[in-house]
């Protein structure tokens, strides 16, 4: 048969359950156990055949099982109950944004990835699950808010582990007809097709749309008809292929998804990348101010006032850098339509990097991120902190803390991995809109209520439903490859509810160091097989397809797993997924992550762990160097960096099993109570990390620290016809050219030594070249122990400058004398990237 199309037609629902269609088609279900329950007893085997997925569920169910349901009292009323609550969440209108940010202007989000549910594995890892998530609380907040991304229909990849464990990745079909997205429409009622020009041929992209509770997300697709065989890959697979094809996927996600905002008629005003993948939105936003007349450097002032970079690595593969050869393959068209020049486009994205043994240039993703926004951030304050010396370059003559990127430390969406038990438990202490209220750390305090026993109950029960899970996983990969039937039978024996469990599960990247454990493999071994206290550990997570030694620490874990003195008691499983993720944090004792420090950005996987009563145990790095207390969990090594990685790796695996051994497994098979006893490291985790790593907490940041000043500034600059854009935008190309002509000299009485608060006369002499003399900044930078104090000069009038500069505190002192351009409507002080020192 030569099929030409496909069609979904959901089932006629009897009308006492009609509503279920409609709640298929919003994510809204993806974070609220009960609604799933009720799809999930249509049948259960077929719920889980097809990934939990609503809509496939209703397509599969006979229609003698939805009259049966439609007549049975139990079921209708819980199918009241879901319905009305997502009534009242939908209609809500009281909601945080209309009581305290009410001047919010409509936010466009961008990312590659975004992990809302299994079902649509449009997700590598935890980019994705914090772009979904963000998402969530964008919709529970009441934030304007609109995400844009990609649907790859062949996701990322499912992972198959050989009989001798090594990663294998098989690629999925989706059948779009069958998730719960609908075709983007335009006002006209037409379904959405935008159209981008790719190494000098036209591809045509269609639209779907994806309601996330109250907002919507726009996914991009050029698997249609009108395109070449070719083209129709592009959106096959998420990080998959080549250098060639991700360019293109780059130029797919920032170009197109502008167009499908502007096609749609969707309203934005803050622009969010979340990631540099997202960095050539700036491309099309500049094409489309300078097509209504403005020329290419006041557009670029207008675009990058009302952007936001988020940068989430500070390891280098992670930071995307391409050839300007293959960069003129893509947007060689770009530079004519922007009015502007090759170069002058280019150096906006400039990298000096190391290619086959020569320093050339590259166009790096995140400069040209950078250099398109006039904000930017990291996602923890040590992530930030990394961030600023990575990027210190940029900013010729600044010191690191000045670089102006700071830091909104990431969260995970409470209610998508709070297990609908421990949410139960919760709301018996907790008041009755928490989970509005889910950053509100005063509130928590109440977990204090909760007691030793309802505790234990409530974990026990979720430990016992993850060991059945891990078992089934388990049983399906033995059949898979082939196994005996001794081995078969022996996933019933994995794992056990009495003994510590503990849980490690993330991207296999190596310096995540996923076999850290294994370092002193005796040692393990006596830790694991203790007679009466055992302790075991649960692993998952991919490599990315191309990373052998990735895969290679996946191929030792399960290697080690299947040595006698370790069976049953480790255990990998394969396929990381979300379904995975969730049965993991809801169920093991503790979580443990020990990247090696400072590389973790953030992580959330433990934040995750925590809502569910789990605490951490992990490097100080990320989230947990902010998170970490001191009674909700234990840290992995010390707040120091090493020249040696060996050396690290050696002090961090020691410090891991010293903390198990003499702190974190005779707390938990010890019987003490009160403060020495395991609940109440327990109700510490749940009520330290549920309210500050909170995904809820995030986004208000996001809107306090960044989407308001944002929305506000970007306004301000595209005010009268751009009019503040193009003086600033005209003063910069001006200041450009003056600033080499321009000079500073300096003199500063020092003695020997001082007494606190004592002054320092400092004078400075200014050759401003032509650049007026209150468009100058001339300060006094005082370093003291890399803490930097800036003291503002005083002009006289003739190019002279002073100050008496005082020493408030004891200790040693650097004194510099320095100047900057300077004027009213700049983003900050080192915007313009110009400084002479004295």
């Known amino acids: 048969m030569n099929i030409i199309g496909k069609v979904t037609v959901l089932p006629q629902l009897p009308p006492a359950i009609a509503r279920l269609s409609e709640l298929a088609y919003n994510l809204y279900w993806s974070w609220t156990p009960n609604a799933q329950e009720l799809y999930r007893a249509l049948d259960c085997t077929i719920w889980e055949r097809f990934q939990q997925n609503p809509v496939r569920t209703l397509l599969e169910v006979p229609r003698a099982r939805l009259d049966e349901l439609a007549a049975d009292a139990a079921y209708l009323e819980r199918y009241a109950a879901v319905m009305a609550d997502f009534d009242a969440y939908m209609a809500q209108e009281n909601t945080w944004v209309s009581r305290l940010a009410p001047t919010l202007r ?62 294998t990745e098989a690629y999925d079909e989706q059948d779009l007809t069958t998730l719960p997205l609908r075709p983007a429409l335009t006002p006209a009622g037409e379904q959405a097709r935008v159209s981008v020009r790719l190494g000098g041929r036209t591809v045509q992209v269609r639209v779907w749309t994806l309601q996330v509770g109250r907002i919507q997300v726009l996914l991009l697709d050029t698997n249609v008809p009108e395109n070449s065989e070719e083209d129709r890959k592009l959106t096959a697979r998420l990080y998959g292929g080549n250098q060639d094809l991700r360019v293109q996927q780059y130029v797919l996600l920032g170009v197109a998804g502008i167009r499908a905002l502007r096609l749609l008629g969707i309203p934005a005003e803050v622009y969010h990348m979340n990631e540099g993948h997202a960095a050539l939105l700036a491309l099309e936003r500049i094409r489309e101010a300078v097509a209504g007349g403005l020329d290419f450097r006041t557009a670029l002032e207008t675009v990058a006032s009302s952007t936001l970079f988020t940068t989430h690595t500070p390891v280098a593969a992670g930071n995307d850098a391409f050839t300007y050869e293959l960069m003129d393959r893509y947007i060689g068209e770009w530079p004519a339509q922007l009015a502007t020049s090759r170069d002058d486009l280019y150096a906006l994205a400039r990298h000096d990097q190391m290619w086959d043994n020569h320093l050339v240039p590259s166009f790096s993703m995140t400069v040209f991120a950078l250099n398109m926004s006039r904000a930017a951030n990291g996602v923890s304050e040590l992530h930030g902190e990394v961030s600023r010396k990575m990027w210190n370059f940029l900013y010729e003559g600044a010191e690191p803390e000045e670089v102006p990127i700071g830091h909104v430390t990431n969260g995970a969406h409470n209610l998508t991995f709070t297990s609908q038990a421990m949410r139960d438990l919760l709301s018996t202490v907790l008041p009755q809109d928490w989970t509005e209220r889910l950053e ?59 003994a510590l469990t503990i849980g490690f599960a993330r991207r296999f990247a190596t310096y995540k160091r996923a076999t850290l454990l294994f370092r002193d493999k005796a040692r393990l071994s006596r830790i694991v097989n203790h007679p009466e206290r055992p302790v075991q550990f649960v692993f998952a997570g991919k490599a990315h397809p191309a990373d052998n030694p990735g895969k290679a620490f996946i191929q030792e874990i399960y290697r080690v797993s299947q040595e006698p003195e370790f069976r049953g008691k480790i255990v990998i499983l394969e396929n990381y997924d979300m379904n995975v993720a969730r049965h993991l944090v809801q169920g093991v004792d503790i979580w443990l992550n020990n990247p090696r420090r400072p590389l973790e950005a953030s992580g959330t996987s433990g934040m995750k762990a925590s809502f569910n009563g789990s605490p951490n145990f992990s490097v100080l790095d990320g989230w947990w160097r902010e998170g970490f207390d001191g009674t909700n969990g234990w840290p992995i090594g010390e707040e120091r960096e090493y020249a040696d990685l060996t050396v690290q790796d050696d002090a961090d695996a020691f410090s891991l099993y010293g903390h198990l051994e003499e702190a974190i497994v005779p707390r938990y098979y010890g019987r003490q109570g009160g403060d020495d006893g395991w609940a109440h ?105 890399g803490h930097l104090t800036h003291v503002p000069l005083t002009s006289r009038g003739d190019g002279t400058f002073s100050a008496d500069i005082p020493l408030n505190d004891s200790g040693l002192y650097s004194v510099g004398v320095r100047m900057l351009p300077q004027i009213d409507g700049l983003s900050h002080p080192l915007e313009p990237r110009l400084i002479k020192w004295a």
């Not at 400075?764 to 209150?774: E, F, K, M, T």
């Open 106 to 167: 409509p936010v466009a989000y961008f990312s590659m990835e975004y992990a809302f549910h299994e079902s649509l594995p449009i997700y590598s890892g935890g980019l994705g699950v914090l772009a979904g998530d963000h998402c969530k609380s964008a919709s529970d907040l009441g934030l304007p808010f609109t995400a844009v991304g990609m649907l790859f229909h062949q996701g990322y990849f499912r992972q198959l582990f050989d009989k001798d464990g090594w990663q």
């Open 440 to 498: 509100d750390e005063a509130m928590w305090q109440a977990v204090e209520g909760l007691t030793d026993d309802q505790l234990r109950g409530v974990q026990l029960n979720m430990k016992r439903e993850m060991i059945a899970f891990v078992r089934a996983r388990m049983r399906e990969q033995m059949l898979r490859n082939g196994a005996s039937a001794a081995d078969v039978a022996a996933t019933e024996t994995l794992l056990s509810e009495n």
């Open 681 to 785: 490291t327990v109700r510490r985790s749940i009520e330290t990390v549920s309210p500050r790593f909170s995904m809820q907490r995030q986004v208000i940041d996001y809107v306090q620290k960044y989407y308001l000043p944002v929305g506000e500034r970007g306004a301000r600059m595209a005010a009268n016809g751009a009019q503040r854009a193009r003086e600033i935008a005209s003063w910069k190309s001006w200041v450009q050219g003056q600033w080499p002509f321009a000079s500073i000299t300096a003199q500063a009485t020092l003695p020997a030594s001082a007494q606190p608060g004592q002054t320092i006369p400092v004078v400075a002499h200014v050759n401003p070249a032509g650049i007026r003399l209150d468009e100058l900044r001339v300060e006094a930078v005082l370093d003291r122990g």
